[in-house]
Every structure is written in structure tokens, then in C-alpha cells.
């Protein structure tokens, strides 16, 4: 029994935190599903870094500045995903400039931009969620995290609860790629550390788990079954099976209507969902717990669970969104602009 708890320990530990992983630029994204979202984050940065495009980029950007993470969207930033270019290279690309992309487009760019930010649970932060969701957590249940990134949640869930499948949808290749590498060494640290064992457990080998769960040996034994990475759109995820929905939705705020609208369509009564910033609107979801930011997580975790019937029930009223006030947003935007041009 200590052995297999020992195995389950070094694979625990080997999980690595990817907050500050090197992002990969979409360099090869013209023409992709993405081409639409370079295209036009070329056009806002280049407005945004030439100073005689300044004042178009302030004011295409303005009637949107609810949709903006931190008021420069992050995408026109250094660390952001696009490309970097000559301005040669960009010349030659001939695309449209900004004052040729209409109004919609923007907006769907900058929810996109928003959406595509990445962050985590620092390792304290994911050990105190498991501690308020284990309770919660049926063994033999489904969990799922829509927007897995790297996959450090969904790898720490199949290791840490007792979840018959852990599964991660994310839409970026890139990061689907690194969940799958990050998988597939952890299966390796897996696969050594049972090997070093100085005789192979048995399957139905009781197993305590982290969180109070106490399972088998088939915990370890299956992992590489019980997990699945998915590159694809959140909103094409197949939910209907999930126990518990993990979303770090810190930067989905547009998003979280349809999001909410997905998840009552296609849960199954009863299930969890769990989200970080934003709440879950629809009246089909009953909040559970609410964990007050500086508690679990540095910002606000919620815990809903999926009930009743759909039918005769209101309209969700929309998601919260912060509208900075206009003069306090440009300024902050002018200063951007200076630091780039004095
Ligand atoms: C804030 S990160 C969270 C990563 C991971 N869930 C975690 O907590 O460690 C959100 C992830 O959602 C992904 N994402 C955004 N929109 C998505 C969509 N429509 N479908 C799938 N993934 C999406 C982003 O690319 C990003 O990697």
C-alpha cells in the first residue's frame, strides 16, 4: 500500500506549472482557423505602435473597452501570440488596415484575444480547490476542463480524486501539443517509478487518495486511460458525461452566457461545475459555495450544481462585465503609447 501511495507521490510532484511557459507565436496561422484573428491583431498593433494610427486605435477601440483585459488588449503587447514582423514583412502580407475591419470583427477579436490569455493555479492554490471539491466529487465520476491549456488541472484531478476520466479541451494547438508532452512524461515518471517497485502491485491494491478518496492500485495502473487531452472549441465538447466542469474563467467573461447556456442544454442533473472570476448565470445552476478571492485562489472560485428542469425557466440575466470610465481608459492607453514612442 505504501509503495503504490509512494508512486502516486513522485508522479504528484513531477507535474510542472506551466503559468510562465514561452508562448508560441502564430507565426504559421494565416490562412488556419486563427488567420482571421493575426490578421486583424496586426492591424490594432500596428495602429497602436505607429504614432500617426494612434488616434484610430483609440477610437476603435474605445466603444469596446469592456471586452479588454487590463485596457491594452493583450494581444498588441510583446508577450502576446502574434506575430512578430518587419514592418516589410507586414507590408507585403497586404492586409487590411484598421480602418478597413468593420466593428464586428473587432469585437469578436477582442473577445478572442481576451479568451486566448493564459493563467493557472499556482500548486497552493490547486491544492486548496481539490481540498473544498473533494467532498463534492463522486468517485467514478467524469471531470472535465473546458480551456485545459497545459493540462495541469486535468493531470492533478486523475491524480488526486478519484475521477474514473479526467479530460481537457483546448483550443490552441500549441498548448494542446504541450499538455499531450507533459502527459506522456508524466506516463514515462509513471511507468519508472512502478518498475522500481520491488514487485509489480496488484490491481485491486487499496489505494488512499490526498483528499480522503480511498480507491485501487488501478488509479496508477490505468492513468494512461483515464486521461484525455481534446484540441477543439469548448463549445463543441461533448459534456453530456461530465461529473465535474473545471473552467478557469477568469478571461471568459464575454463568454460565460453561452458558456451557461451550453452546459444546461447538455449537463446532466446534478452535475459540478466550477468557475474562477465570473458566476454562472443561468437559473438552471445552483450555487453550491462561493470562495472568496485570497481564500482558495487569489480570485473568486464558484461551485454550482446543475438542476431542474429547463423548461418555463427566465432568461439568464447577462454576465457581469467592468466598463472602465472612458477618460481613465485613453489615458492609461496614451501612456502605453508613450513608453513604445515618446
Ligand atoms: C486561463 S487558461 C486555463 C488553463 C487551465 N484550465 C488551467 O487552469 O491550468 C484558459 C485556456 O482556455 C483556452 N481557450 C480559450 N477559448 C477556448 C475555447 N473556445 N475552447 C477551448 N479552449 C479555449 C485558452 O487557450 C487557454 O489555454
Excluded at 508512486?7 to 482571421?36: N, Y
Excluded at 497602436?48 to 484610430?56: I, K, S, V
Aim: hydrophobic share 40%; aromatic share 8%.
Amino acid at each position: 500500500m505504501a509503495a503504490m501511495a509512494g508512486v502516486l507521490e513522485t508522479l504528484q510532484r513531477s507535474i510542472e506549472d506551466g503559468e510562465h511557459h514561452t508562448r508560441q507565436q502564430m507565426e504559421a496561422a494565416l490562412g488556419s482557423q486563427f488567420g482571421r484573428y493575426v490578421e486583424i491583431g496586426l492591424a490594432l498593433r500596428e495602429a497602436f505602435e505607429r504614432p500617426e494610427l494612434r488616434e484610430t486605435f483609440i477610437r476603435r477601440l474605445k466603444p469596446f473597452r469592456r471586452l479588454i483585459i487590463g485596457n491594452l488588449p493583450a494581444g498588441v503587447q510583446r508577450h502576446g501570440l502574434l506575430p512578430a514582423l518587419s514592418p516589410q514583412q507586414r507590408a507585403g502580407l497586404g492586409h487590411r488596415r484598421l480602418d478597413d475591419i468593420p466593428d464586428s470583427e473587432l469585437e469578436q477579436w477582442l473577445v478572442d484575444d481576451g479568451r486566448l490569455i493564459y493563467g493557472e493555479f499556482k500548486p497552493q492554490e490547486l491544492h486548496n480547490y481539490f481540498t473544498v471539491i473533494a467532498p463534492h466529487v463522486k468517485p467514478g465520476s467524469a471531470m472535465m476542463d473546458l480551456g485545459s491549456g497545459l493540462g495541469k488541472v486535468v493531470l492533478s484531478a486523475a491524480l488526486a480524486l478519484p475521477f474514473a476520466s479526467c479530460t481537457g479541451v483546448e483550443l490552441l494547438p500549441y498548448r494542446h501539443a504541450m499538455a499531450q508532452q507533459r502527459f506522456s512524461a508524466l506516463l514515462a515518471a509513471g511507468d519508472a517509478a512502478l518498475a522500481a517497485l520491488p514487485s509489480p502491485p496488484a490491481p485491486d491494491e487499496v489505494l488512499h487518495l490526498p483528499y480522503g478518496a480511498v480507491t485501487d492500485a488501478r488509479h496508477v495502473l490505468d492513468l494512461r486511460e483515464r486521461v484525455r487531452f481534446v484540441n477543439g472549441d469548448l463549445f463543441e465538447a461533448d459534456v453530456s458525461q461530465a461529473g465535474l466542469v473545471f473552467m478557469y474563467s477568469t478571461c471568459f467573461a464575454p463568454l460565460m452566457d453561452r458558456i451557461g447556456e451550453k452546459l444546461a442544454r447538455e449537463l446532466r442533473q446534478g452535475a459540478l461545475v466550477s468557475t474562477t472570476t465570473f458566476p454562472l448565470k443561468h437559473p438552471a445552476f445552483r450555487e453550491m459555495a462561493q470562495f472568496q478571492s485570497g481564500t482558495v485562489a487569489w480570485t473568486t472560485v464558484f461551485l454550482y450544481e446543475r438542476t431542474g428542469e429547463l423548461d418555463g425557466l427566465p432568461p439568464a440575466p447577462p454576465a457581469y462585465l467592468y466598463e472602465p470610465p472612458e477618460d481613465r481608459w485613453e489615458k492609461d492607453v496614451r501612456e502605453h503609447m508613450s513608453a513604445l514612442n515618446p
